[in-house]
């Protein structure tokens, strides 16, 4: 929301104080409301609107930006796509804006000393950043809905890692170039290039990173969001989730109860759950999803060796067991410095044991006896005929 506000601020003389400057209360989450409050010496219950008893907040802009997107998600394939297009190219256009404008300003001297924070926090700056990676794998959810998707799909997941590892990597020489490392400590987390910006005296820049800012984070929602929609349908549809869920909209043809369902979740967790933690929790999430895929790949590729794979991993199994080594290494050296995303990860992993155990494996079970006994039906009534 930062660079929103950021964003809003060039037009001030245009728009409200009220808009360019909103009330704490009203653009932040619960959680990062009472510990903004705590940083400026103020009492919550002196700031924040009283709700039973509790200091209560809510981030409206990002509730709003939610809901828009679970309408766009909800009318389909095409419009998420333009959607995301457009996006992207701003975003795109504006990185580079951001590198061609910074690298006039990169001092080498501020590369000294390279790793200032040394290997503890290279690893978790690994962990943090791999939050930039999770939304090229949501490209796979599309597979029903892409055309040819035994080449599309690996053109585009592979594709994206270049091109995003390429943009990321002039981004961090750009910055890290521009701010000297005893700077660091200043950099505002929320909006760390408009900071670089105005610290090489390029206000005019400033906007349109904001601007960039607001596309990259608004498509990676999008992304996120339409792949919890196709992710939750394909699982009713597997019998691991109820079948009411597999619902589709009357006109956009769409699973459109998981796409209201994924909407209001995340839109609750704008209200309760603290923005930092809650993308942790991704970034635990999928490394421990990553690593399940791997283990399945090296299971599939011994169970079902003769089974016909339009894209085959390279260099099997060497590359799954590498990368389950990686993820796993990420995920335990994370946990000792990231405190209350570490608890709730494996919380939120039992939760799925207990609701896998409870109703998926349950319900997988029944429906095997149920096309084992039509089979030996099929097959004995075929038998009858032949006797005949």
């Known amino acids: 929301m930062q660079y929103l506000f950021q964003l809003m601020q060039g037009f001030d003389r245009y728009l409200p104080q009220w808009l360019v400057n909103p009330p704490i209360w009203l653009v932040n989450d619960i959680p990062t409301a009472i510990e903004k409050c705590k940083m400026m010496g103020a009492n919550p219950c002196d700031v924040l609107p009283d709700f039973l008893g509790i200091p209560f907040s809510i981030n409206l802009p990002a509730i709003f930006i939610v809901f828009i997107l679970g309408l766009i998600i909800l009318k389909g394939m095409r419009e998420s796509t333009k959607a995301a297009a457009i996006m992207?190219?701003?975003?795109?256009?504006?990185?580079?804006?951001?590198?061609?404008?910074?690298?006039?300003?990169?001092?080498?001297?501020?590369?000294?000393?390279?790793?200032?924070?040394?290997?503890?926090?290279?690893?978790?700056?690994?962990?943090?950043?791999?939050?930039?990676?999770?939304?090229?794998?949501?490209?796979?959810?599309?597979?029903?809905?892409?055309?040819?998707?035994?080449?599309?799909?690996?053109?585009?997941?592979?594709?994206?890692?270049?091109?995003?590892?390429?943009?990321?990597?002039?981004?961090?020489?750009?910055?890290?170039?521009?701010?000297?490392?005893?700077?660091?400590?200043?950099?505002?987390?929320?909006?760390?290039?408009?900071?670089?910006?105005?610290?090489?005296?390029?206000?005019?820049?400033?906007?349109?990173?904001?601007l960039g800012a607001l596309a990259g984070l608004t498509s990676a929602l999008l992304v996120f969001q339409y792949g919890n929609t196709r992710i939750l349908y394909a699982m009713s549809r597997d019998n691991f989730l109820p079948k009411s869920l597999q619902k589709m909209h009357p006109k956009y043809k769409t699973p459109y109860v998981t796409t209201w369902i994924t909407t209001i979740v995340v839109m609750l967790g704008c209200v309760f759950m603290d923005a930092n933690v809650a993308a942790e929790l991704c970034i635990f999430g999928t490394l421990g999803c990553f690593i399940m895929v791997s283990i399945g790949v090296l299971i599939m590729r011994k169970t079902n060796p003769e089974i016909n794979r339009p894209f085959k991993v390279p260099f099997c199994p060497w590359f799954p067991i590498i990368g389950i080594i990686i993820c796993g290494y990420l995920i335990v050296q994370a946990i000792p410095q990231l405190s209350v995303s570490a608890i709730m990860f494996p919380v939120w992993l039992i939760i799925g044991g207990i609701i896998y155990f409870s109703y998926g494996y349950r319900k997988n079970r029944q429906v095997e006896k149920e096309y084992n006994l039509i089979t030996e039906q099929e097959e004995k009534k075929e038998e009858n005929e032949c006797i005949k």
């Open 88 to 210: 992207v190219v701003i975003k795109l256009v504006i990185i580079s804006l951001f590198v061609i404008a910074g690298m006039f300003y990169v001092k080498p001297a501020n590369w000294v000393p390279f790793a200032p924070g040394g290997f503890n926090a290279i690893i978790l700056s690994t962990f943090i950043i791999f939050y930039a990676y999770i939304g090229f794998d949501t490209i796979s959810t599309a597979a029903e809905e892409t055309k040819n998707p035994q080449r599309n799909l690996p053109i585009g997941l592979i594709g994206s890692l270049i091109v995003c590892s390429i943009f990321y990597a002039l981004v961090a020489i750009t910055f890290t170039g521009i701010i000297p490392v005893e700077k660091y400590s200043e950099v505002d987390v929320l909006a760390p290039i408009a900071y670089a910006v105005r610290l090489i005296n390029q206000p005019w820049i400033a906007g349109w990173i904001s």
